[in-house]
């Protein structure tokens, strides 16, 4: 069963840095796009940052600049260093991954249980 492990989570003060970890693991054969979600109370989930298995990157316009989006192909594992954060970041993180269990299988998705981010003063 694939596995998806979130850390780093935590409480800041705005501007200040935060860098979550999502480690994959369980029979995978491999792994295709990792990305980060959040989601806020009241608020639909919505993507933060995705990396692809060749590491082309995507942001959502709210943390161009201040989020980067990274990952450890052998270690199967995302990382987001989260610079400048702001009260609106305030959210639960979700790592999703798209991944393979075989070379035969199609590509499923998988989710984390979610890390809390909370940016307050």
């Known amino acids: 069963q694939v596995q998806l492990v979130e850390s780093g989570g935590g409480s800041v003060q705005p501007g200040e840095s935060l860098r979550l970890s999502c480690a994959a693991s369980?029979?995978?054969?491999?792994?295709?796009?990792m990305g980060w979600y959040r989601q806020s109370p009241g608020k639909d989930r919505e993507l933060v940052a995705s990396i692809t298995s060749v590491g082309t990157t995507t942001y959502s316009d709210s943390v161009k600049g201040r989020f980067t989006i990274s990952r450890d192909n052998a270690k199967k594992t995302a990382y987001l260093q989260m610079n400048n954060l702001r009260f609106e970041d305030t959210a639960v993180y979700y790592c999703k991954t798209i991944a393979r269990r075989s070379y035969f299988s199609t590509p499923n998705s998988y989710w984390g249980q979610g890390t809390q981010v909370t940016v307050s003063s």
């Open positions: 369980g029979g995978i054969f491999s792994i295709d796009t």
